[in-house]
């Protein structure tokens, strides 16, 4: 549909959210006369979600803020089994305590981008271990197994592409699509939910739910499929040369979230200020015609407001500010990333390789050594020429400190304890 006439899928629509849908005109209907119940599931296979989470996210937010709630499940028990789709191989078995404490690490984030409560449109967190855990396997095949064809599984490309490989799906994962189905049949009777929302590569999956609800009895069930991200360089967003880009403070901070965006590409920026911001199209529109070096103001712009809502304004504009400092004037900024290291190390010098590789900088001394070759290493802003050379508390500045330098935008201070 070109135009639609509830605002919340207008404004997915127009921002870029939208890659599918199961019914269009319906499911513009029923925004445009209820309050929707939608939810997103997350699978707790790590202590944070990354960037490539924040689009679920912000589906949710957007949801709510047209009016509507947003439900944010946790899969804790799914999470036992692993969502197989689109993997070559099968998921490491997570032990119960482990996805407990993922999980609490998730839930973390979402504050910061939806309100929840006891209100009509505020936000609700459930975790499907409370309906999963305590099924009755006989009476679960019973009641619920015997509305799956295989022959239809068989056909998503979820698992087709896994057995056209030749690569072995277990009957532990070939179970994990009608769980999901089910949570999609229980959130309906538990909540009212009628919309389930998600990645593209959860197509199979969240239509496997229509399909149970209609057998089960529910009103009709919708879906809404966002697009896999990609950077325009092909990347997959939620990484970077560091790894992933979490979105917990305590694995990464908000001066090193800032640079992530800082450092988006120029194609990119656009799409993700549509994406990742709250920021009026009128707005994103004229960043985004920015060109040549002008396009680096709409990326500071992505970068500060993008890491506002998830670490808040002060923080956001700190790490701008600590950007502008050390990038605009060559300042060492007290809020850069930083390591300690033992006064006893530093007085009998530790080899720059080393010392790089500590500090994050590199990911070996191979690594840090063809960083030296090429220019890119420096030490208190002075290129290091010598692989075999030793930083000793001889370089420690007025501030106390020792800057390292990888190019032009990764920069940690070395702090003597």
Sequence with gaps: MSEFKSDFLRTLSERGFIHQTSDDSGLDELFSKETVTAYIGFDPTAPSLHVGGLMQIMMLHWLQKTGHRPVALMGGGTGMIGDPSFKDEARKLLTPDTIEENINGIKKVFSNYLTFGEGKTDAVMVNNADWLLGLNYVEFLRDVG???????????????????????????EFNYMILQAYDFVELNKRLGVRLQMGGSDQWGNIVNGIDLGHRMGTPQLYAVTSPLLTTASGAKMGKS???????????????????????????????????????PMDEIAKL???????????????????????????????????????????????????????????DEG???????????????????????????????????????????????????VIKLSVGRKKHVLVKPR
């Excluded at 064809?149 to 690569?167: A, G, P, T, Y």
């Excluded at 500010?321 to 007290?334: I, N, S, V, Y």
């Design 241 to 279: 040369v560091d790894g992933a880009v979490w979105l917990n403070p305590d694995l990464l901070g908000a001066y090193e979230f800032w640079q992530f965006w800082r450092n988006t590409e120029d194609a990119d920026v656009g799409r993700f200020l549509k994406l990742y911001t709250t920021l």
């Design 146 to 172: 015997r509305h799956f064809s295989v022959n239809r599984m068989l056909s998503f490309d979820s698992v087709k592409l896994r057995l056209d490989r030749e690569q072995s799906l277990s009957f532990l």
């Design 288 to 346: 985004a015609a920015l060109e040549g070096a002008e396009i680096n103001e709409a990326k500071k712009v992505l970068a500060t407001e993008v890491t506002a809502m998830l670490h808040g304004r002060e923080a956001a504009e700190k790490a701008a500010e600590t950007a502008r400092k050390t990038f605009e004037e060559g300042a060492h900024a007290a809020e850069l990333p930083s390591i300690h290291v033992p006064r006893k190390e530093l």
């Design 350 to 400: 530790i080899g720059v390789l080393a010392l790089f590789v500590k500090a994050g900088l590199a990911a070996s001394n191979g690594e840090a050594r063809r960083h030296v070759k090429g220019g890119a290493l420096k030490v208190n802003d002075i290129q290091v020429n010598d692989d075999r050379a030793t930083v000793s508390d001889s370089a420690l500045n007025a501030d106390g």
